[in-house]
Nanobody
Framework: QVQLVESGGGQVQAGGSLTLSCAAS????????MRWYRQAPGKQRDLVAI???????DYADSVKGRFTISRDNAKNTVYLQMNSLKSEDTATYYC???????????????WGKGTLVTVSS
C-alpha cells in the first residue's frame, strides 16, 4: 500500500503563484509515473501534468507555460509549481502515483485526497 499526501494549497490572487507538493510513503514500493489532476466544482476531473520516473513531462494545454511538474525520486515526492494563476485554475488538486509493490505483481494507481487551490480575481 502506498499513501499520498498533498500539501501547499490555499488561496491566492490572480497572477500569483503556488507550489503543491505530494509525498508518497509506504513499504517496499517503486513509483513509475506521477500525475497531477484537478477537479473544479461541478466539473469532471482533468489531467494537469504528468512526469515519468526519468523526468519526462507533459501538460494540459490550459497550463502549458505556466505550470511546472517536477519530482524528487529520493524523497518520493512530486511538485507542481503554478505561476500566473487564473481564476479558472480554482480546483481541488490531486496527485497520483503509479506504483508497484512487493505484494502485487502489477502497477496500481494510487490517489491522494486532494488539496484545494482557490484563485481570486
Amino acid at each position: 500500500q502506498v499513501q499520498l499526501v498533498e500539501s501547499g494549497g490555499g488561496q491566492v490572487q490572480a497572477g500569483g503563484s503556488l507550489t503543491l507538493s505530494c509525498a508518497a510513503s509506504g513499504r517496499d514500493f517503486s513509483i513509475n509515473d506521477m500525475r497531477w489532476y484537478r477537479q473544479a466544482p461541478g466539473k469532471q476531473r482533468d489531467l494537469v501534468a504528468i512526469i515519468s520516473s526519468g523526468g519526462s513531462t507533459d501538460y494540459a494545454d490550459s497550463v502549458k507555460g505556466r505550470f511546472t511538474i517536477s519530482r524528487d525520486n529520493a524523497k518520493n515526492t512530486v511538485y507542481l509549481q503554478m505561476n500566473s494563476l487564473k481564476s479558472e485554475d480554482t480546483a481541488t488538486y490531486y496527485c497520483t502515483a503509479d506504483a508497484r509493490t512487493k505484494w502485487a505483481p502489477y502497477v496500481i494507481r494510487y490517489w491522494g485526497k486532494g488539496t484545494l487551490v482557490t484563485v481570486s480575481s
